[in-house]
């Protein structure tokens, strides 16, 4: 897939799954909770990290669907998203449909 067709169908994936999910992409609350162990380890991941095992965690595959849950999960925005999933694919770690499906390619995803 062409940069301009791949950077088209993840745009209207991120607007898709954000007017369905009826949340705000990147919005996060301080709950005065403290994070487990195992959130702490998740936060100092590298953003592709994070994106890729949210990914994992929602079936593989990232779609309009569930396009806010992963974003929320990974703390990503919409704009970083755009950015990361074209160097993921570049990688090996990432199919990208015409469609703006976005399929990981990893251990756990095949």
């Known amino acids: 897939m062409n940069g301009m067709r791949m950077t088209v169908a993840i745009a209207a994936l991120t607007t898709l799954g954000a007017c369905s999910a009826g949340v705000q992409i990147g919005a996060t609350a301080n709950t005065g909770s403290v994070a ?7 936060a100092m991941a ?3 990290d994070r994106l890729v095992g949210a990914i994992e965690q929602n079936g593989c595959v990232l779609n309009s669907d569930n396009v806010a849950q992963v974003l929320l999960r990974a703390n990503l925005t919409q704009q970083e998203l755009m950015r990361i999933t074209p160097e993921l694919a570049a990688e090996g770690r990432a199919e990208v449909s ?9 251990d756990n995803c095949i």
Request: aromatic residues 0%; positive net charge; glycine residues 10%.
């Open 36 to 42: 487990s162990p195992t959130v702490a380890r998740a």
């Open 46 to 48: 590298s953003p592709k």
């Open 98 to 106: 015409g469609s703006g499906t976005i399929r990981v390619l990893t």
